[in-house]
């Protein structure tokens, strides 16, 4: 997490990266689910890249592919969150 944290600051600077972590927070305390924030925070990625990177769209690409790949590495998060069985923070563990 820390190292995906320092990348969206080198690659959008501090503003961006800022912006990327107020999503994810949010999302984690309103939703008690980590993988929400995560998954929110990676899909906003291609949007940042188009305002940041504007008119650089080899950059939008490359931040694109990245956002996608964290969507796809959070696939058996979202068919839980879709089934509602994924866990909350806090809860007992089985």
């Known amino acids: 997490i820390a190292v995906a944290v320092g990348c969206l600051f080198v690659t959008f600077g501090w503003v961006g990266a ?3 972590l ?3 927070i949010v999302l984690v305390v309103v939703t ?3 993988s929400v924030g995560s998954i929110a925070a990676a899909a906003a ?3 940042f890249a188009l305002y940041f990177f504007w008119g650089d ?3 939008w690409l490359f931040c694109t592919i990245a956002g ?3 969507v796809w590495a959070h696939r058996e998060n979202i068919k839980r969150l879709l089934a509602g069985t ?3 923070i806090g809860d007992k563990k089985k």
């Open 86 to 88: 994924e866990s909350k």
């Open 18 to 20: 800022c912006l990327e």
């Open 57 to 59: 769209w080899l950059a």
């Open 45 to 47: 990625c291609p949007f």
């Open 32 to 34: 008690k689910r980590v």
């Open 22 to 24: 107020l999503i994810f």
């Open 68 to 70: 996608l790949t964290v």
